[in-house]
């Protein structure tokens, strides 16, 4: 079985810097490629909204508000992707999902979801 997993956040002040890590992971998760991801968040009371997206071809697109001061990135492992986050402010507070296509032998898995790592970010 493949989860898939965020990790990364914490608290931390504004003018901070986090790095996110969205991981395939279970009995086979490290065979996997991760092919796309995109990056969520959902702040309380919000809806989530799409911060950061990379495609298999290398694409990247960003939210505007966070253009400039996040980076979505491959790992050398296939099976991880990151979202650096710098010049963080209070209204980066979310919990941050990613949602990820995978393929590997004999098995593809589109938009797999985790289930979220806690960014606070104080003023």
């Known amino acids: 079985q493949v989860q898939l997993e965020e990790s990364g956040g914490g608290l931390v002040q504004t003018g901070g810097s986090l790095r996110l890590s969205c991981a395939a992971s279970?009995?086979?998760?490290?065979?996997?490629?991760?092919?796309?991801v995109d990056w969520y968040r959902q702040a309380p009371g919000n809806e989530r909204e799409l911060v950061a997206s990379i495609r298999s071809d290398g694409t990247t697109n960003y939210t505007n508000s966070v253009k400039g001061r996040f980076i979505i990135s491959r790992g050398n492992a296939k099976n991880i992707m990151y979202l650096q986050m710098d010049s963080l402010k209070p209204e980066d507070t979310a919990v941050y999902y990613c949602?990820?296509?995978?393929?590997?032998?004999?098995?593809?898995?589109?938009?797999?979801r985790g289930r979220g790592t806690r960014v606070t970010v104080s003023s």
């Open positions: 279970g009995s086979f998760g490290s065979t996997l490629t991760i092919d796309a």
């Open positions: 949602h990820a296509d995978l393929s590997g032998p004999h098995v593809s898995i589109k938009n797999s």
